[in-house]
C-alpha cells in the first residue's frame, strides 16, 4: 500500500532580482501553512525572477538560496523544489534544486531553454533528467519551457507517478500552458503540478500564474490565476494504480532512447 502524498503550491509575486526580499516573502508564506505537507513547490527562478542577469545574481551551491532550501526543507520536514541562478565551473545554469526533508539535496538543470528570451545565450543547458523519490512516490521534475518537449518528458514503463514544472510563465501565453499541463497528464498517466508566478517581472512581463493540480485522467484538481495563493492537498495514490490498472495505456507506449 502506497501512502497519499501531500503537496504545496505557492504562486506569488517575485520582487524583480531581489533575492533577499523573495526569501522573506516565501518564510513568511511557508511559515503560516496550516497543515503539514510533504512536498512545497515554488515557482522558477523563485529569488529572482526569471533574469538573464546571470553574472550579477547567480550563487554557488554553497550559497544563501541552497542554504535556505536545505534549511527550510529540515525546519517543514517537507522536500522543497524550485530553481535557481547557478554558478558552476564557470559556466550559468537555471537550476532546479530538490531539497529533501533528510538533508538530501538533488539538481536538474533545465534543459531547453528559452531561445525567446536570449536564454540560451546566457545559461548552459542540462543534458540529463532528475528523478527522485519521496514517500514511495517517484518525482520526476521540469522547469517552464521543457513543457513544450513532449519527448523529454514522456513516462516511459510508468517512470514517474508525478512531473512538476516550475515556471514564469507569461499570460500572453498561458492558454499552451493549460493545455500541455493537462496534456502531459494525461499523455503520461500522471499527476501533473504547474506552478507560476504572478505579477509583472522586471521585463515589464505580467503572469496571471494558473498553477494547476492535474490528476492522471486529466481533471484540474485546482487551478488559480491572477492572484498570489497557497494551496495545499493530498494527492491521491489510489486514483493514480487504479487507472493504470483500468485503462493501461501505457503497455502500448512506443519504446525510444533519447540520445
Known amino acids: ?14 520582487e524583480w532580482e531581489d533575492v533577499a526580499a523573495n526569501l522573506r516573502r516565501f518564510d513568511r508564506l511557508i511559515g503560516s501553512l496550516p497543515v503539514a505537507t510533504d512536498l512545497i513547490v515554488l515557482p522558477e527562478m523563485f529569488t529572482t525572477g526569471f533574469s538573464m542577469n546571470a553574472a550579477a545574481l547567480a550563487e554557488n551551491m554553497n550559497g544563501r538560496a541552497v542554504g535556505w532550501l536545505r534549511e527550510t526543507a529540515r525546519r517543514t520536514a517537507a522536500a522543497v523544489v524550485g530553481s535557481i541562478i547557478v554558478i558552476d565551473d564557470g559556466r550559468f545554469y537555471n537550476r532546479l534544486c ?13 534543459k531547453h531553454l528559452f531561445r525567446y528570451a536570449g536564454e540560451d545565450q546566457v545559461y548552459t543547458a542540462g543534458s540529463a533528467s532528475l528523478l527522485v523519490e519521496l514517500k514511495g512516490w517517484k518525482v520526476r521534475p521540469f522547469v517552464c519551457y521543457d513543457l513544450r518537449f513532449p519527448v523529454w518528458t514522456r513516462n516511459t514503463n510508468r517512470t514517474y507517478d508525478l512531473a512538476l514544472f516550475v515556471a514564469n510563465w507569461p ?39 494558473d498553477s494547476s493540480v492535474i490528476d492522471p485522467v486529466g481533471n484540474i ?14 494527492l491521491e495514490r489510489g486514483r493514480l494504480d487504479n487507472y493504470r490498472q483500468s485503462f493501461p495505456a501505457w503497455k502500448d507506449a512506443d519504446q525510444f532512447l533519447l540520445p
Open 1 to 14: 500500500f502506497m501512502p497519499d502524498l501531500t503537496v504545496t503550491l505557492i504562486q506569488t509575486e517575485l
Open 98 to 110: 530538490w531539497a529533501g526533508p533528510n538533508g538530501e539535496m538533488a539538481t536538474y538543470d533545465k
Open 171 to 209: 499570460q500572453r501565453r498561458a492558454e499552451h500552458w493549460k493545455l500541455l499541463l493537462q496534456a502531459r497528464a494525461i499523455e503520461n498517466q500522471s499527476y501533473v503540478i504547474g506552478v507560476n508566478r504572478v505579477g509583472t517581472d522586471g521585463n515589464g512581463l505580467y503572469h496571471s500564474g
Open 221 to 234: 484538481l485546482f487551478r488559480s490565476a491572477h492572484a498570489p495563493c497557497v494551496f495545499t492537498l493530498p
